[in-house]
């Protein structure tokens, strides 16, 4: 089987990596033009059809630099999905993108403003768990989506404590804006220098892990452009898991680790999700209740502490934990249990009949989530028990402990970001990284690399979701892609000998 331009595990043609390289700065560089002209910045009035963003102005030339620069950073991407030619290539060709977008304004989200006004609030005496930016006061209100003003904020008490010290230490919006980026850039260096470690422990090529989770759009684009605080948290999240990978069963060890899980969750809930199979990860020797008790302390030790000291410091106990109730407020198709209620409620509707099946096929989805969580979690202790104590097994099954619990903490993530009230397409990214350095058949890369690259072309720079704007097509389609992936996967386990 061949690629263009590469070959599975195999050399890249030097032409097609340079064509790839400037291919995707060109776009970047094209990205950022349209975000001077029409980014997320802080008086850009709200679109509310693709028509406006055509009038609106330099709309012709915004949408077509858009347009231009998300296809050619996507598709360079995508042509050495299999891996770049060395890892030393892969990052200075991922920092090559990034160097035109770090210097972008906002860009295809405003959520940097909801964050900074969060950040205000909580430095001007308002608990930002209990009311929303606009209540508090915030003096840049204006500048955040019109959905989120009135929304609690759902994030960690870390993340509030980071957002307060950038609104201090930057004296102004625009001084926020940019420590808040700086954070963000710290996030993927942090997750940069943890890639090449996690993909050794599992014996997959750095060039092609670091190229699928680095060069990746979505990373330049909506993690270091949108200063999203997933950046920060994903980072943590993969140090931590780093360090259980290289001292797995030490207290200290486990502790830090325990420490930098807390300080993800403290963040962002989703990387919660991990924490499982962080405890398998902790885990050194054979695979016993009692091991596991005895090791997975030490690490649950460590994140409880750390959420009580972040809680305690900022004065804001666990009230983030309402806000994320309100994280579905939004209803788009690019959620699949969001979009299969829709299309219930479109059809109820052709029956004069008003089913409202959002919210429960919502609430379905999160029990499936709870359930495929648990069975994720069983196989991934099962095949590790089978595996026993690998220090007395053959060397090529030394990378086959972290692999399992890095292959199961990537799906556990993937399965929460499908199933979510909500999806945007920066939520890829959590997945998108584990999986990159636990999948070592490159041919399974396609599945989650495809997805990623289809969400690239959700957002405009102004942050407006173009999911707004096909919300029955979307619906419909959505809907039938998981029937088709639900009858696949029925269909191939009949036929898979017991």
């Known amino acids: 089987m061949s690629e263009p331009g590469a070959l599975p595990d195999g050399p890249v043609r030097p032409v097609a990596a340079a064509v790839a390289r400037y291919a995707g ?36 030339v915004v949408l077509g630099c858009w347009l231009v620069g998300t296809v050619l950073l996507v598709g360079a991407w995508w042509s050495l999905r299999w891996g770049a030619p060395s890892g030393r290539w892969a990052y200075l060709t991922a920092g090559l993108w990034l160097l035109p977008l770090l210097a972008a ?46 929304t609690p904020a759902p994030y960690g008490p870390f993340f509030v404590l980071l957002a307060g ?83 797995p069963g030490r207290p200290r060890a486990l502790v830090v680790a325990g420490v930098l899980f807390g300080l993800a969750v403290a963040v962002k809930a989703v990387a919660v999700v991990v924490l499982p199979f962080a405890v398998l990860a902790a885990v050194l020797g054979r695979y016993t209740w009692r091991a596991l008790l005895r090791d997975g302390g030490w690490l649950a030790g460590g994140v409880l502490a750390t959420l009580a000291a972040t809680s305690l410091a900022t004065g804001l106990g666990l009230g983030w934990v309402r806000g994320l109730a309100r994280s579905g407020d939004s209803e788009q198709w690019t959620s699949p249990p969001t979009a299969i209620g829709l299309v219930v409620d479109y059809a109820g509707g052709l029956a004069g009949r008003d089913p409202q099946a959002v919210p429960v096929v919502r609430a379905v989805a999160l029990a499936v989530l709870a359930v495929l969580l648990v069975v994720l979690w069983w196989r991934a202790w099962t095949a590790l028990r089978r595996l026993g104590d690998v220090r007395q097994r053959a060397a090529r099954l030394s990378a086959a402990r972290p692999r399992v619990v890095l292959t199961g903490a990537g799906l556990a993530l993937a399965a929460t970001v499908l199933l979510a009230p909500a999806f945007h397409p920066w939520y890829a990214t959590w997945p998108l990284a584990l999986l990159a350095v636990a999948t070592v058949a490159v041919a399974r890369t396609v599945w989650f690399v495809a997805p990623c690259a289809g969400a690239s072309l959700l957002a405009l720079p102004d942050g407006t979701n173009l999911a707004r704007f096909t919300k029955a097509p979307g619906a419909i389609l959505m809907t039938a ?8 996967t029925v269909l191939r386990a009949r036929r898979t000998p017991r």
């Open 25 to 60: 700065l060109a776009g970047a560089v094209l990205l950022t033009v349209a975000g001077w002209l029409g980014g997320a910045l802080p008086d850009t009035p709200a679109v509310t059809s693709l028509g406006d963003a055509w009038r609106a102005p330099h709309g012709p």
């Open 165 to 247: 010290l950038a609104v201090l230490l930057g004296g102004g919006l625009v001084g926020a804006i940019v420590l808040l980026r700086v954070v963000a850039l710290a996030g993927v260096l942090l997750a940069a220098l943890c890639l090449p470690g996690l993909a050794r422990a599992v014996g997959v090529p750095s060039r092609r892990a670091a190229w699928l989770a680095l060069a990746c759009p979505l990373v330049g684009v909506h993690l270091v452009a949108g200063a999203h605080n997933d950046a920060v948290g994903l980072g943590l999240l993969l140090f931590g898991l780093l360090v259980l990978v290289r001292r």
């Open 481 to 488: 892609l998981v029937v088709a992936v639900v009858v696949v």
């Open 105 to 150: 304004p906002p860009f295809g989200s405003r959520d940097v403003y909801s964050y900074a006004c969060q950040g205000w609030s909580w430095t001007h005496g308002a608990d930002p768990y209990r009311v929303g930016v606009a209540a508090a006061g915030c003096p840049w209100t204006e500048s955040v989506s019109p959905i989120w003003r009135d």
